[in-house]
């Protein structure tokens, strides 16, 4: 799995591990699966967005596209394509 063009992160326990740290920022997350789901062979892309609230109480507010391709009923690659400006929290208003 890798994010743009960064390296890949490699093992499931990593991937686990970095979804856990990335989790336990977040007081909630919110995802929602744009359609329709791209679909071509064992290559699939799916366009999502992710609300997250933040424990202090910031936000952030991101769209990707993940590129897939799966063995039988597994991902076996996976490449998520962003704007990482998106990953600047919104800071609460009031």
Same mark, same amino acid.
Do not use: F, H, K, N
């Given at each position: 799995m890798r994010e743009n063009l960064a390296a890949p992160r490699v093992g499931r326990d990593n991937l686990v591990a970095h979804e856990r740290q990335v989790l336990a920022r977040a007081r909630s997350?919110?995802?929602?699966?744009?359609?329709?789901?791209?679909?071509?062979?064992?290559?699939v892309v799916i366009r999502w967005t992710f609300q997250f609230e933040w424990l202090d109480g910031s936000t952030t $507010?991101?769209?990707?596209?993940?590129?897939? $391709?799966?063995?039988?009923?597994?991902?076996a690659e996976e490449q998520f394509f962003y704007d990482p400006s998106q990953l600047a929290s919104r800071k609460p208003t009031g």
């Open positions: 997350v919110e995802s929602r699966c744009i359609r329709p789901v791209l679909i071509d062979g064992s290559t $507010r991101m769209e990707e596209l993940a590129y897939q $391709r799966w063995e039988g009923e597994r991902i």
